[in-house]
């Protein structure tokens, strides 16, 4: 991520950073502490004008960016606490799952889920509970609601580990 400085004569400095998306954000900071924030489309593109800060709202920006308020705590595990000890998580359909090819309907439908499907991610697009018909294909992610044991109970029928496969 390429950052270009230029001195402003008499105004501040000008920081370009390049974006991945081939897009470059343009942030110039005046002498007064005053900043301006830019997005270039491209490189052709004129400048356009996101929003300007204060000085001091400019460094609360920054800190919160940096992290100093919050750092946020990369993890493995994809479950997140609701409360009263309920959980949401992402499961993917491996290989040989006996939910692969099964309708959402057909899955919840199974008296041992004792989980709400909440939605099911497939590469780009999200397929919302509320399109029973659609069926799960190996590398889906399914995002789930339930207590941790109902959500283990879950990832085991859904890996087969259980033995009995689902009728």
């Known amino acids: 991520m ?3 400085e230029t ?3 008499g105004v501040g400095k000008k920081f370009e950073i ?3 998306d081939g897009k470059t954000l343009v942030i110039v900071t005046h002498n007064t502490g005053r900043r301006d924030v830019f997005l270039k489309a491209d490189d052709d593109a004129d400048s356009e004008r996101l929003f300007e800060l204060s000085d001091q709202l400019a460094r609360t920006v920054g800190t919160i960016l940096e992290g100093a308020y919050f750092q946020p705590i990369k993890t493995e ?3 997140t606490t609701l409360g009263d000890g309920t959980n ?3 499961f993917d359909v491996p290989a040989d799952s006996p939910l692969e090819g099964r309708s959402l309907a057909e899955v919840l439908a199974d008296g041992r889920i004792h989980v709400a499907i909440v939605a099911v991610q497939r590469g780009e697009d999200v397929i919302p509970a509320s399109e029973p018909e659609k069926r799960l294909d190996e590398g889906d992610t399914i995002i789930a609601v339930g207590t941790n044991e109902d ?3 879950f ?3 859904l890996s087969g580990d259980d033995g009995s496969g689902l009728d």
Request: net charge negative; aromatic share 4%; hydrophobic share 40%.
């Open 88 to 90: 949401i998580e992402w």
């Open 7 to 9: 001195d402003l004569p």
């Open 155 to 157: 990832k085991t029928l």
């Open 77 to 79: 595990d994809k479950a």
């Open 18 to 20: 390049d974006l991945e």
């Open 151 to 153: 959500l283990e109970q």
């Open 2 to 4: 390429p950052i270009t």
